[in-house]
């Protein structure tokens, strides 16, 4: 007799990809905010923060528009017992959240215009 709470058979084979698709909501959101808080350092840093709002809006783009496909993978995953993690999208996600702070760090260090 299986464990019904075991790894392969989990007691709500949902909650998994329900958590997953909240923390990748939660990114988007904190992606969609940044955006909006560059949009202040316009008038001190320049057209250069166009460049982090328009990185910001499209990672959080890309991550809306995969999100229905990641969670029917994960779902599917679970049911069948097979999950593969998605790396990918976790490597990109998190070359652009570090492309944007250096770029946010750059603008501070080295575009102010008021110096």
Known sequence: MTNPTSPVNPPDPGLQPERTSLAWGRTLLALVICAVLFIRWVPQYGGFVLALITMSLAAALGIYVSQ????????????????KADVAAVLWTAGVVIAVGA???????FRSLHE
């Open 68 to 83: 229905q496909l990641r969670y029917r993978r994960s779902l599917n995953g679970i049911s069948s017992g097979v999950l």
């Open 103 to 109: 770029a946010g760090i750059y603008a501070v260090l």
